[in-house]
């Protein structure tokens, strides 16, 4: 059964103070691997997407990255406004384009 | 340009009511998902419309939850009756292209079942 897992569950960091997110994947076959960010209230806003081991992909703070097992999410310097849940999914490579979810990471950067 | 939109942004019903959600997807996304989160769980897909057509619908719960689109427009979840296990928030998310993830999402429709 496809599947996806996400650490930590929350995240507390000092503005400046760098990190990474974890995201590990069981999939029959992967299509694509997306970050998404989501903020109180909102719906998850796209972030990247990426398609095979090796591949990176950054905008401005964050760089993901990808390996055959897992992704991480890379945060260098961050400020409050970074301040999010940041929810990882997978599509597979089957017929349909359903994503299937991890619960995220909970992110606080304090000023 | 207007994103996904979705109404109500809130609903409470008691068991046994039925409910209607709505989803207005951004003009001319002819790929239209429905997505829920439970308290505590990941988010669920549930259906796919591409234009007017369900393309996949093999994550809606049950027979009490039916998805439509009229004329490849907006789409409405209706969940008649409602149980508790229904509380959640409803995502809609529409995109352009069928083999992106790159999708556009509403705000959700919370709903609470009492």
């Known amino acids: 059964e496809d599947q996806v897992t996400q650490s930590p569950e929350a995240l507390r960091l000092q503005e400046g103070e760098s990190s990474s997110l974890n995201c590990s994947y069981t999939?029959?076959?992967?299509?694509?691997l997306f970050w998404y960010r989501q903020d109180p209230g909102k719906g998850p806003e796209f972030l990247f997407t990426?398609?095979?081991?090796?591949e990176e992909k950054e905008k401005e703070r964050l760089k993901a990255t990808l390996t055959k097992k897992e992704s991480f999410l890379h945060i260098t310097a961050p400020k409050p406004e970074d301040s999010a849940t940041y929810l990882c999914a997978v599509q597979n490579a089957g017929n349909n384009r359903k994503l299937i979810w991890g619960l995220g990471t909970s992110l606080a950067v304090n000023p | 340009e207007a994103g996904v939109t979705q109404f109500p942004s809130h609903s409470v019903i008691e068991k046994g009511q039925t409910v209607t959600l709505r989803c207005d997807p951004i003009?001319?996304?002819?790929?239209l998902y429905w997505y829920r989160r439970v308290m505590g769980k990941e988010i669920k897909f549930l259906l796919h419309?591409?234009?007017?057509?369900?393309?996949?619908e093999s994550g809606m719960p049950n027979n009490r939850f039916l998805a439509e689109r009229t004329g490849g427009t907006y789409s409405t979840l209706k969940v008649q009756p409602a149980e508790l296990e229904d509380s959640g928030v409803y995502f809609c998310a529409s995109s352009l292209d069928l083999d992106t993830g790159e999708l556009f999402f509403g705000e959700g429709s919370r709903l609470t079942v009492l």
């Open positions: 990426l398609y095979s081991a090796g």
């Open positions: 419309f591409v234009k007017e057509s369900k393309q996949d």
């Open positions: 003009s001319g996304h002819d790929n």
């Open positions: 999939v029959s076959g992967l299509r694509g």
